[in-house]
């Protein structure tokens, strides 16, 4: 009776098995090229664009009706993504949508509106998110008012920009890290990789030299922050302890990469070949992020940034075996000329959008502003 029972869970297992090989094995691959044009734009990407404009358009900038899955602290990145998304694709072509200035515009004033901010007062952090430190949120800030001017050439959030950003690397240039808290005694390599990011296109439109502080930031960041066994960035830093963390390094080490591909492309390299070593996994032409350095488990929040790190890398061989997980699994739902993944939310679609079209390194070497 017990050999009978085991058989049948044999045989249920087999059939699992050979029916989740089937389905994997009949998903044709899509060609990783059009992703990486520098002039045309990927159907799906324009598609999914679509999709993310409906909840961006039409709706007053403190109202965030359709957000209520996403917990309310994580707004802040499915505006920032979306924006840097929206930017990459105008860089690659200014025509795919006319409204898409008007996109990024309300992207900034929907990010400097109180729900998006306000866990910085919930938490007990201080009564003024935009005071100090808090780069987790006045880091995509700086860098989405600054490349808002870089790419459309509009100067009306210009002054707004200099504050910002100015007051940063002021804040920065006094910490011994050259970096600024993201919160009181939680320092974050990623969050920090979004400012420094930003200090390079400030550079780049006013002629000035606040990046160069990237240095003395990249310095301490190799030797301190950086695990020599699996040579991947740590999440986390406490001032007070002077200890790092370690934790969803396929999230944070996936980011801290597509950042550093514009800030430092040799380092990024380097990072990432350890990244794809430790994090990145494959089998029978997919591929996916594992929960932790050496294992196996998938991260689907990871696996998002992940892709966006392959982008960033320039490996399309892993880009493209992302692409056909992306498929596969990810449930994509199309009405009409929109795309989202059912498997998935407002953050991590914005996550992947931002994944198929990353191109800060390219904006950077574009002269500005973008659109002429």
């Not at 029972?5 to 090989?21: D, G, P, Q, S, T």
């Not at 004033?109 to 100090?132: A, C, H, T």
């Not at 990249?218 to 986390?236: F, K, W, Y």
Request: net charge positive; hydrophobic share 45%.
């Amino acid at each position: 009776m017990v050999g009978g029972k085991r058989n049948i869970i044999l045989l249920v297992f087999l059939f699992v098995v050979m029916a989740a090989v089937a389905v994997l094995f009949s998903t044709t691959p899509e060609p990783a090229e059009p992703y990486f044009s520098a002039n045309t734009l990927p159907r799906s990407a324009v598609q999914q664009y679509f999709y993310l404009k409906d909840f961006i358009v039409g709706q007053p900038a403190e109202q965030f009706q359709g957000y209520e899955p996403i917990p309310q602290r994580q707004w802040k990145f499915q505006l920032a993504f979306y924006f840097y998304a929206t930017a990459c694709m105008l860089a690659r072509d200014p025509s795919f949508d006319p409204d898409a200035p008007s996109v990024l515009r309300q992207l900034i004033r929907k990010y400097l509106s109180r729900p998006v901010w306000e866990d910085w007062l919930q938490d007990g952090y201080g009564k003024d998110p935009f005071r100090q430190h808090n780069m987790m949120y006045r880091g995509h800030l700086a860098l989405m008012l600054i490349l808002y001017e870089y790419v459309t050439g509009r100067t009306e959030f210009a002054a707004l920009a200099d504050s910002v950003i100015l007051r940063l690397h002021q804040e920065a240039s006094q910490n011994p890290m050259a970096a600024v808290l993201c919160e009181p005694d939680n320092y974050y390599i990623a969050c920090n990789s979004v400012g420094q990011l930003a200090f390079l296109f400030y550079d780049r439109l006013r002629r000035t030299e606040l990046s160069a502080i990237r240095h003395r930031w990249l310095a301490s960041i190799q030797e301190s922050l950086q695990n020599a066994g699996t040579g991947l960035l740590a999440t986390v830093f406490h001032p007070s302890s002077g200890k790092a963390a370690y934790f969803q390094s396929a999230r944070h080490n996936g980011w801290d990469i597509v950042f550093l591909s514009a800030i430092d492309p040799v380092f990024s390299r380097d990072l990432y070949r350890n990244y794809r070593r430790q994090i990145i996994r494959s089998f029978a032409g997919f591929a996916w992020a594992a929960r932790k350095p050496g294992g196996w488990w998938p991260d689907g929040g990871g696996s998002g940034f992940a892709m966006a790190a392959a982008h960033a890398a320039g490996d399309r061989i892993t880009f493209r075996k992302f692409l056909r997980s992306l498929q596969a699994l990810g449930r994509p739902v199309r009405t009409g000329e929109k795309l989202h993944y059912k498997r998935s939310n407002l953050l991590g679609d914005a996550i992947l959008l931002f994944a198929k079209v990353v191109c800060f390194r390219e904006l950077l070497e574009k002269t500005p502003p973008i659109l002429r």
